[in-house]
């Protein structure tokens, strides 16, 4: 048996379509997940550190005096003599302040903005129907449906990046008399419906549907599973009767 290398290992322990905080500051952080039965979507997207705009000084125009038509006519300024000052010399007084070491200007850091914004969908609820709805029989056949559409499909946009979510529902049946039938389809009506139960025996029975939503969301072209599951219960009853026997002379 070959033994993998250290770094091939390591690749294979790092999780898939996770970003750290550091990412954040430059690019747009996603996630979709579960909470208390409802669909939850958050962005983080940071703007980075602001950067104050340099601003270009328009240049000084530089001025030409005008050439004299006739310059042998202006007079020409006569130098006059400056009288050479006398050097003295005092002794230097000694300076009682102190340097400062540290700078008295503190320069500005501006610490960088990020956006968050946090979406919550609620996604449809159904109930149970069955047919027939009077009376069902003994050893006849009983067609249940849920009213749960087939898919939950959604496009929201947070922080300015597209986000697609798409969820399927999942049925787990409890008929009341012991019987269970976990399916992904929702049934329906006479004769096509493919969720149908027979009792045997007369009687009340308490009909339980566990509905619960798995899926998917895409960001930028990458598919990641939601995380968590939404599952939501509902009730019926179903009370099964003996069909009248007559004699007939």
């Given at each position: 048996m070959r033994k993998l290398p250290i770094y091939l290992l390591l690749t294979l322990l790092i999780p898939f379509g996770t970003a750290s905080a550091a990412n954040c500051e430059s690019t747009a952080c996603i996630d979709v997940y579960t909470q208390d039965g409802q669909i939850i979507i958050e962005g983080k997207k940071g703007s980075g550190p602001k950067v104050k705009p340099?601003?270009?000084?328009?240049?000084?125009p530089k001025v030409i005096p005008p050439k004299p038509i006739f310059p042998e006519l202006i007079p020409r300024p006569t130098a006059t003599p400056k009288p050479t000052p006398k050097r003295t010399y005092k002794p230097r007084a000694k300076s009682t302040v102190k340097p400062s070491l540290k700078?008295?200007?503190?320069?500005?850091?501006?610490?960088?903005?990020?956006?968050?914004d946090r979406l919550i969908k609620l996604l449809p609820t159904g109930g149970i129907a069955y047919q027939p709805e009077a009376e069902p029989l003994v050893n006849v056949p009983i067609f249940f449906w849920s009213?749960?559409?087939?898919?939950?499909?959604?496009?929201?946009?947070?922080?300015?990046?597209?986000?697609?979510?798409?969820?399927?529902?999942?049925?787990?049946?409890?008929?009341?008399?012991?019987?269970?039938?976990?399916?992904?389809d929702p049934g329906g009506p006479y004769p096509n419906g493919k969720i149908k139960h027979t009792y045997k025996n007369p009687g009340i029975y308490p009909?339980?549907?566990?509905?619960?939503?798995?899926?998917?969301?895409?960001?930028?072209?990458?598919?990641?599973?939601?995380?968590?599951?939404?599952?939501?219960?509902?009730f019926a009853v179903v009370t099964v009767v003996i069909a009248p026997t007559r004699f007939m002379f």
């Open positions: 340099r601003v270009a000084k328009p240049p000084t700078p008295s200007l503190k320069p500005k850091v501006s610490s960088s903005v990020s956006l968050n009213d749960l559409p087939t898919q939950f499909a959604t496009r929201v946009t947070v922080v300015g990046e597209v986000v697609d979510v798409l969820l399927r529902p999942g049925f787990v049946w409890s008929f009341g008399d012991g019987t269970f039938l976990s399916t992904t009909i339980i549907l566990v509905q619960s939503w798995n899926g998917h969301w895409t960001h930028n072209g990458t598919t990641r599973a939601i995380t968590g599951t939404i599952k939501t219960t509902v």
